[in-house]
């Protein structure tokens, strides 16, 4: 009887625990959880595109300087874009 119960109660917890999770993933370092809804998901997607963005815009711009030291007619371009989050302003460097 005991088994039974015992049995009974890891079974009810095991599954609870399964409903409660947003996303469970199976890989090479074992199963995880991610207990996030889709909405922050999205955000942290958002948030990590947006680091790429800027990363890529540090580098061409630290290219685009070293390209100026060489040549002199370079002029600045700013774009804004509208995103969930907010509005993001990329500037580069055009030269001609």
């Known amino acids: 009887m005991k088994l039974v119960l015992s049995t009974l109660a890891i079974g009810l917890l095991l599954g609870s625990a399964g409903v409660s999770a947003q996303s469970l ?10 207990p996030r809804g889709p909405r922050e998901r999205a955000i942290d997607r958002d948030i990590r595109r947006e680091e790429r963005w800027r990363e890529r815009d540090r580098y061409e711009r630290r290219r685009d300087w070293r390209a100026e030291r060489d040549r002199g007619d370079c002029r600045t371009v700013t774009e804004t874009r509208e ?11 055009v030269c001609d």
Do not use: A
């Open 25 to 34: 993933s199976v890989g090479p370092d074992g199963v995880t959880v991610d």
């Open 83 to 93: 995103t969930p989050r907010g509005e993001v302003r990329r500037t580069t460097r």
